[in-house]
């Protein structure tokens, strides 16, 4: 068996259920690409952004060769590492596709004002072709969608809780600097509309008092959101969170 060094640097190590601090030692065959070896460690190529072949830059069809040293690194929205890397695909704007276990994810995601589609439904066969054809970043807490090679944005989500679910996306795109909230519908996922008091007391009598402000509409539901206590608290929520 022939032997290859492995570094896996910043919030890789994390993705995988052995931790490394340093180097390890990964034992292959011959004809072995650097996409090989990362996803049989357990990480989908959609996390790494720059790959170094014994300190050269290089790409996923490259052919590992013994006793070399490679080290991978995560892939962050914030960092243009184009430059340099090999494997580097530019992310584009943030809008998202969450798999069938994340709807409280896509939900929250929509109230920071994302493009975020979901469906409880959802088979992975779709969400991989709607995530290419659209350029969405595919959310998913499974592996095996990441891997499949037509999977060009996508991000692991490892945590079931929703306030680290939110953390982690954050530390890879900076959703909490780019939210904007009241600005799409939370469950149709349309862009709301701004509109008055007197059109929204139409539909909630109760919106004619003061302490209500703050009106948009979506066409789509027929439904009206508005700056109450609720937008005050979540407001709070997502500021304390990052």
Known sequence: MNRLY????????????????????????????LKDVIESIGIPHTEIGLILLDNKSVGWKT??????????????YSFDVSKISKVYVKLPKLKFICDV????????LRIMG???LYENNYKDEEIIKIGTSERRIILTMDRGILKNSKVK???LIRSKNLRDQLRELDERFNIGKNKKLLSRCILCNKKLKPTT????????AYLNDKF???FFYCS???KIYYKGSHYKKMLDYLENLF
């Open 220 to 222: 789509h539901c027929d």
């Open 212 to 214: 209500y402000s703050g």
């Open 197 to 204: 008091r007197k059109k929204a007391t139409k539909k909630f």
């Open 114 to 116: 994302f493009d975020c």
């Open 63 to 76: 052919k590992v060769r013994d006793k070399a040293r490679v080290s991978f690194f995560p892939l962050f």
């Open 101 to 108: 276990h994340l709807g409280k994810l896509a939900k929250y």
């Open 153 to 155: 944005y996508g991000a």
């Open 6 to 33: 492995v570094r896996l640097y910043g919030n890789l190590n994390q993705l995988v259920e052995q931790k490394y601090q340093t180097s390890f030692v990964y034992t292959f065959l011959l004809d072995t690409t």
